[in-house]
């Protein structure tokens, strides 16, 4: 199973694609970060994002994607450009009919480390363990894309799954 | 000049095609509301949301698009629907090189009705009044919708023109 793992952001927007499965090892297939500048409007940022996720979907043709999950009680001064990212990576996914999964930053710290408090060094430091890395994937967004892509191959799909089959009941019920 | 007004929402996201210019009479060429149930996943509420905006922007080929700023002040339960569905709204416009403007609530307000802590049903009576409707469009987030596209005639997409501009010359310095 290949994963893209994003950490949705306006100036840094980590990606991460890892491939493997429960019980086996994990390889990196590719890491990065679309970033933008601040003195385009807002609009601009949003559309290069998109794209960059896109390049990523065509190149990489994973079979599932995970998003962090935003919280609105986030930083304030970046969660509106944070959740536009989200939802823009959300939609590129759902576009493709790839399944989309929702992981919390506990959620992803609890899995590759087994602390759900762990801080960014730590993270960093499993995943480039876990990937067989000599160093830590750097900015702290793209080691994070990969911790969401390795958590959610651990996590086997099922959470895709059940949603996937949620949508699909309330897709037939509406018809 | 014909504008698209975007009430960005995830249960309700309202539309409004209004032409017009400044000093000139208003008129109305469509509104609605792209409804998703909560029943479905995120992604594909989120994907139905960007396909209603898209079949609006084929089918009356606006000059520009009106989006409302959200703030990470506003109503916690809704903000990241709200936040993500603006999102969608400013990249499809984006995508199309349309032009795109964000207003305040209360610079909606102000513009309407003269009056920038109106509320809704003051918004409401006075966009039904400037396009000379027999009744005042509902829900109210179709009728916001139609206020955007009013306040962004009214302020004569300058703020656009700005945006624009500052865009060219930081992409032509980034190349």
Redesign the interface.
């Known amino acids: 199973m290949r994963v893209l793992g994003i950490d949705p952001g306006l100036t840094r927007c980590g990606l991460g694609i890892v491939e493997g499965d429960i019980g086996r090892p994990l390889t990196l297939i590719a890491v990065g970060v679309v970033r933008t500048?601040p003195?385009?409007?807002?609009?601009?940022r949003?559309?290069q994002i998109?794209q960059g996720i896109e390049l990523w979907l065509e190149e990489h043709r994973p079979d599932a994607v995970a998003v962090e999950r935003?919280?609105?009680?986030s930083d304030?001064?970046t969660?509106?450009g944070t959740?536009?990212?989200?939802?823009?990576a959300?939609?590129a996914?759902?576009?493709r009919g790839l399944p989309?999964a929702?992981h919390t930053p506990s959620e992803v710290k609890a899995a590759v480390s087994g602390n759900g408090r762990a801080d960014k060094a730590q993270v960093g430091a499993m995943v480039a363990r876990l990937l067989r890395l000599t160093e830590v994937p750097k900015p702290a967004d793209a080691a994070d894309a990969l911790a969401l892509a390795i958590t959610h191959i651990w996590r086997g799909g099922a959470q895709n799954r059940i949603?996937?089959a949620?949508?699909k009941a309330?897709?037939g019920r509406?018809r």
């Open positions: 500048t003195d385009l409007p807002i609009p601009q949003l559309m998109e935003v919280f609105a009680r304030v001064s969660i509106m959740a536009q990212a989200s939802g823009l959300m939609v996914a759902a576009r989309v929702l949603e996937m949620i949508a309330a897709a509406s």
